[in-house]
């Protein structure tokens, strides 16, 4: 699993993004995702997860009715929606992968993923 988080950028509030996490190894559309943010001075914290299936989908509390996240396996990419965008959203958002989880867990700590990516940096302006 080789992953390449992309789509971040610099948005007003209110503004929407779309983050992609794609897996160069193609092993993605099998594997249990996660994103996560890490602000500056601030521990890493969960946003959203969502099995290997697409089924199951879990949110923070903070982004629960504004953020989606979605997959397609076929492409071996997870996607992020992010609407309504506040000033605390600004952060580095990083996607993780993590294989050989049942195809309805979804895994919403650092903890339970072994792959992750660059980080990509959503900068929302007040």
């Known amino acids: 699993v080789q992953l390449q988080a992309s789509g971040g950028g610099l948005v007003s509030a209110g503004g929407s993004l779309r983050l992609s996490c794609a897996d160069s190894?193609?092993?993605?559309?099998?594997?249990?995702v996660g994103w996560f943010r890490q602000a500056p001075g601030k521990e890493r914290e969960f946003v959203a997860a969502?099995?290997?299936?697409?089924?199951?989908?879990s949110y923070a509390d903070s982004v629960k009715g504004r953020f989606t996240i979605s997959r397609d396996n076929d492409n071996d990419t997870a996607y992020l929606q992010m609407n309504s965008l506040k000033p605390e959203d600004t952060a580095v958002y990083y996607c993780?992968?993590?294989?050989?989880?049942?195809?309805?867990?979804?895994?919403?700590?650092?903890?339970?993923?072994?792959?992750w990516g660059q980080g990509t940096l959503v900068t929302v302006s007040s």
């Open positions: 190894g193609h092993r993605l559309n099998s594997a249990a």
């Open positions: 969502i099995s290997w299936s697409g089924r199951r989908t």
């Open positions: 993780a992968a993590q294989l050989g989880v049942s195809f309805t867990i979804v895994v919403n700590t650092p903890t339970g993923y072994n792959y």
